[in-house]
């Protein structure tokens, strides 16, 4: 629950940075970067937060297995 909360953090301020960075850039620069006004804070939210998600998965996966105790139960 903590690490969710966490997240929506990361998350909340990533995108208040992200508008912040955009509002001092110009037309010209975002759509060399392949956006627009309109979509270049969903984009990089939405690459905040798929990073986050495979953070999350690479760590849930990498449970450490005792040996001595597989098969056991």
């Given at each position: 629950?903590?690490?969710?909360?966490?997240?929506?953090?990361?998350?909340?301020?990533?995108?208040?940075?992200?508008?912040?960075?955009?509002?001092?850039?110009?037309?010209?620069?975002?759509?060399?970067?392949?956006?627009?006004?309109?979509?270049?804070?969903?984009?990089?939210?939405?690459?905040?937060?798929?990073?986050?998600?495979?953070?999350?998965?690479?760590?849930?996966?990498?449970?450490?297995?005792?040996?001595n105790?597989?098969?056991?139960?």
């Open positions: 629950m903590f690490r969710n909360f966490f997240n929506a953090l990361i998350v909340a301020r990533s995108a208040s940075v992200s508008k912040q960075v955009m509002d001092c850039m110009s037309d010209r620069q975002l759509e060399d970067l392949g956006y627009d006004r309109s979509t270049f804070v969903a984009a990089q939210t939405a690459i905040l937060v798929a990073e986050l998600a495979a953070k999350d998965d690479a760590t849930q996966s990498s449970v450490p297995v005792n040996l105790l597989v098969g056991s139960l």
